[in-house]
């Protein structure tokens, strides 16, 4: 299912936190709140998320291929009484994404494809 930034963030507002395989791919979502969602399975190609406020999001098996995650936040530090997973990169494809000075303590990045990632003051790796 393909969705607009606007769609998404009207969707997130209201509540909804299940995106999986959601096509956003182009989408321009810099600075946006959306911690806790769910994104397994969705296309994010040359999105631009950087500066999201992204913490315990399930970027399980995501494409971010091209994407910009600059100054990203997507640390999974938990709160005190949190029952939130770490923020989850597992199997996706992250080739050639922007993650500069993202912040990336506690994520998990296992087997994502990192082959030309950005990684330059990243924190957490």
């Known amino acids: 299912m393909t969705m607009t930034a606007a769609e998404l963030l009207k969707a997130y507002a209201k509540g909804e936190r299940n995106f999986k395989g959601v096509d956003l791919s182009g989408a321009n979502l810099e600075d946006a709140e959306l911690s806790e969602a ?4 969705a296309d994010f190609t040359n999105a631009n998320l ?3 406020d992204l913490r315990y999001v399930n970027f399980s098996g995501a494409i971010l291929n091209g994407t910009d995650l600059s100054g990203a936040i997507l640390t999974s530090a938990k709160a005190i009484g949190s ?3 770490n923020a989850d990169l ?3 494809d992250l080739r050639n994404a922007n993650l500069r000075n993202a912040n990336l303590s506690g994520t998990d990045l296992s087997y994502a494809d990192t082959n030309g990632a950005d990684f330059s003051g ?3 790796i």
């Open 50 to 52: 950087s500066y999201a």
């Open 122 to 124: 990243a924190i957490g």
């Open 83 to 85: 029952d939130f997973s």
């Open 90 to 92: 597992s199997n996706a």
């Open 38 to 41: 769910d994104f397994s399975g």
